[in-house]
Antibody, heavy 121, light 110 residues
Framework: QVQLVESGGGVVQPGGSLRLSCAAS????????MHWVRQPPGKGLEWVAF????????YYADSVKGRFTVSRDNSKNTLFLQMSNLGVEDTAVYYC??????????????WGQGTLVTVSS | QSVLTQPPSLSAAPGQKVTISCSGS????????VSWYQQVPGTAPKLLIY???KRPSGIPDRFSGSKSGTSATLGITGLQTGDEADYYC???????????FGGGTKLTVL
């Protein structure tokens, strides 16, 4: 069965950096694009980033462009999100999610359990 | 403010039917397929409907989706207490070059 397991969340000071990981199993990882989606406490879902199955293209929400970098290691079935210059507005549960297709963004058919990132001094 | 507009909350009795609307524009719903997600509090979202009308395996046929022009609708019949959750629509927006979610609708089954 498909499993997505995020890790790397925690408390970080404003201006700091953090790297999230998402270990994938139960499907052919290099056939699918992957997303990061976040949810601030008590609020709705916000799409963060997408990377194509082969890593050839990435897309970002304006709110994180230039600060976050999505990448993947298909040899290790792992997705990453490098976050820098973090602000309090980045406090959220971060989910990785599997894209139905490989290259083009469609729907998100499996989600991880999420990892909490708290930006606070 | 979300690019996709959903009612913040809805309530209905067990056994009843409810529809959740998702209103967008020509740069998002008017051009691209819509998907719907259910999020029970404290858990990760789950895909309910993709490509406007299709249900993943395991999703009961009490859930249905439709799209017309720049709006989409999620329908739920035979409401159960287990359907209490937040529901989100989502699609690609060509103007923003970004995926967008609606603000979410909190469904109460009372």
């Amino acid at each position: 069965q498909v499993q997505l397991v995020e890790s790397g969340g925690g408390v970080v000071q404003p201006g700091g950096s953090l790297r999230l990981s998402c270990a994938a199993s139960g499907f052919t990882f290099n056939n699918h694009g992957m997303h990061w989606v976040r949810q601030p406490p008590g609020k709705g879902l916000e799409w963060v980033a997408f990377i194509r199955n082969d890593g050839s293209n990435t897309y970002y929400a304006d709110s994180v462009k230039g600060r976050f970098t999505v990448s993947r290691d298909n040899s290790k079935n792992t997705l990453f999100l490098q976050m820098s210059n973090l602000g309090v507005e980045d406090t959220a549960v971060y989910y990785c999610a599997k894209n139905v297709g490989g290259k083009y963004i469609s729907s998100f058919d499996y989600w991880g359990q999420g990892t909490l990132v708290t930006v606070s001094s | 403010q979300s690019v996709l507009t959903q009612p913040p909350s809805l309530s209905a009795a067990p056994g009843q039917k409810v529809t959740i609307s998702c209103s967008g524009s020509s740069s998002n719903i008017g051009k691209y397929d819509v998907s719907w997600y259910q999020q029970v509090p404290g858990t990760a979202p789950k895909l309910l409907i993709y490509e406007n009308t299709k249900r993943p395996s395991g999703i009961p046929d009490r859930f249905s989706g439709s799209k017309s022009g720049t709006s989409a609708t999620l329908g739920i019949t035979g409401l159960q207490t287990g359907d209490e959750a937040d529901y989100y629509c989502g699609t690609w927006d060509s103007g923003l070059s970004a995926w967008v979610f609606g603000g979410g609708t909190k469904l109460t089954v009372l």
